[in-house]
């Protein structure tokens, strides 16, 4: 009633996405900087009072959108450990030399994350370091996996 949002967070652990005082969102090309006012759980889930959103109309004019963040205000990446925003649009390119695509989107599952390759077809891809992952060369652009090619 009094303009809070609900959010959904790919942060780990969620909450962290309060420790961000400013978030852009962003829908269909378009954004917008929102300061983040208050912040709490509800039950499973997450809310957030936005600056010059004080209505329940305001709030359902920002559905849909999606969170982001300044690169500048997120930790640094641990030796070993990547952005998912760092892996979309890096070639993908087999152990055999063969390319398989580029990475257009990450898939969440309770076992492993899943890279999603568009090239001749899409492909789900396993993010498995040492094991399907083998290489993610951000300066060349380029993610070295051993994966079938026709899967």
Do not use: C
Not at 69 to 96: F, K, S, T
């Amino acid at each position: 009633m009094r303009g809070a949002v609900k959010v959904y967070s790919a942060t780990r652990p969620r909450e962290n996405i309060f420790d961000y005082p400013v978030w852009t969102l962003v829908l269909n090309g378009q954004s917008r900087d929102y300061a983040v006012l208050g912040s709490r759980q509800q039950g499973k889930g997450l809310i957030a009072t936005l600056a010059g959103v004080s209505d329940r109309d305001s709030a359902m004019a920002l559905r849909g959108h999606e969170i982001r963040v300044p690169r500048q205000q997120l930790p640094a990446a641990e030796p070993g450990e990547v952005y998912w925003a760092d892996l979309q649009g890096l070639e993908v390119i087999n152990v055999d030399g063969s390319r398989l695509g580029v990475v257009t989107g990450l898939m969440e599952t309770g076992a492993n994350d899943v890279l999603v390759v568009d090239g001749d077809r899409e492909r789900l891809i396993p993010y498995v370091p040492d094991r399907h992952v083998l290489e993610v060369d951000l300066t060349a652009g380029q993610l070295r996996v051993d994966w079938d090619p026709e899967f």
